[in-house]
């Protein structure tokens, strides 16, 4: 029998993990799963929640509850990696030996840069952010109270989880601002540390064209290099500045600390290398990585997470039937797509009916 370990048990994790239940008997395949946290959230939601279109009850779940049986659910934070000895050094389990190791550890925030940035955060006044559950809960009152000024979507560095998610932000706070009937009394900026709010040249115009149309301003190669909150303005490293009323911030993201302290297996920034085609470790024979943990060139997306699950699972079947792995991870672009009467729409989902289909569907590798 072999043993499966997977550090993580976030969407892509828990996906990986349920369709390996499905598909193996417990005699066949020991899975485990270490992850630290014993709440799940659907992250897609903090955008909504941000707005006050949900509440917190669909958000969160208890991890235990996500998988199917069968699954050992080690809580727990992974420390190191050994892939010498094939083993997980945890925090209070001690080691957890491995035949094949998934590292599905996900993106971690870094609140230390820019400077100031975490002050301000902490303040809660004039800076914001809605990548985590209590920055959105705080960013709604803001929203809801905000009477006027300048409110700025920035992020301070790429990659980050779903790109998308700053430009929705902006373009539902001036939405929300208009229902609101306060639409005049506000300024709208959009920044970006790119050469452009999104990379992909065939769209670009368009979408410029409707930031236009709802006079949203846009700063591109912003490289934000301090917060200064009790000014209400943001510098950036080569001297610019964006004054604000109310800043919704992205901190830069950067890989979990178990991979910065484990030999050999992340680059600089702690995400996994691994094949881009076949998610294994660049150094390892055993060693897997999916979702927003590897470095494969792929946007940071659940959707990104449930394909790469799914070949990854296709892939492991095959390894431990003896057969040579076939499936291939080809990365889908996020794109606006402009498909009907000369109009663009930007890739939107309809959280109502993403959340059913999360908890009920994608996480139990159904679809
Ligand atoms: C505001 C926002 C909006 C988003 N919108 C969308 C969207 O519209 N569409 C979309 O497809 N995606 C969206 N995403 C991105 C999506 O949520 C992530 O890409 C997805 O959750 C990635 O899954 P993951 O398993 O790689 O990481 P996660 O789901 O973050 O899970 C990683 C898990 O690893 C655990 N972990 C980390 N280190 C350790 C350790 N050392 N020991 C034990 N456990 C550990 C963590 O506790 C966590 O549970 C959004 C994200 C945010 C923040």
């Given at each position: 029998m072999k043993r499966i370990v997977i550090i993580g048990g976030g969407s892509a994790g828990v996906m990986f993990v349920n369709r390996m239940r499905r598909d193996f008997t417990e005699d066949e395949v020991e899975l485990s799963v270490i992850e630290r946290s014993d709440k799940h959230y659907f992250q897609p939601a903090f955008t909504s929640i941000a707005f006050g279109l949900d509440e917190g009850e669909d958000v969160v779940r208890p991890t235990k509850d996500l998988f199917y049986e069968g699954v050992n659910l080690i809580t727990d934070s992974a420390t190191r990696i050994n892939p010498k000895n094939n083993t997980v050094t945890t925090s209070k389990h001690g080691a957890v030996s491995y035949d094949y190791l998934i590292v599905a550890t996900g993106a971690k925030l870094n609140?230390?840069?820019?400077?100031g940035m975490k002050e301000g955060l902490n303040k809660g006044e004039g800076v914001f952010t809605f990548y985590t559950m209590d920055g959105a809960l705080k960013l709604r009152d803001a929203i809801k109270n905000c009477d006027g000024g300048t409110i700025v979507s920035m992020s301070s560095e790429n990659p980050i989880k779903c790109p998308a998610a700053p430009i929705n932000f902006i373009l539902m706070a001036e939405d929300t601002m208009r229902m609101f009937g306060r639409r005049n009394k506000f300024k709208f900026v959009l920044s970006t540390p790119m050469q452009s709010v999104i990379p992909n040249q065939p769209y670009l115009e368009k979408f410029n064209s409707i930031l236009d149309s709802k006079e949203i301003g846009v700063v591109n190669n912003f490289s934000p290099g301090e917060v200064d909150y009790k000014n209400g303005v943001v510098r950036s490293y080569n001297g610019k500045k964006i004054n604000f009323d109310l800043l919704c911030i992205i901190p830069p993201h950067e890989g979990e600390q178990v991979i910065h302290d484990s030999e050999e297996l992340g680059d600089a920034a702690g995400w996994v290398t691994c094949d881009k085609y076949h998610l294994l470790s660049n150094y390892y024979s055993n060693i897997y990585a999916i979702g927003d943990?590897?470095?494969?060139?792929?946007?940071?997306t659940m959707t990104s997470a449930r394909i790469q699950a799914k070949v990854l699972t296709d892939r492991m079947k095959a390894v431990l039937e003896g057969k040579e792995p076939t499936a291939t991870y080809k990365p889908e672009v996020l794109c606006p797509i402009s498909p009907k009467n000369k109009k663009s729409v930007f890739a939107h989902y309809n959280y109502d009916e993403l959340k059913p289909l999360y908890w009920n569907l994608i996480l139990k590798g159904l679809i």
């Open positions: 609140f230390d840069e820019p400077a943990a590897s470095d494969v060139p792929a946007s940071k």
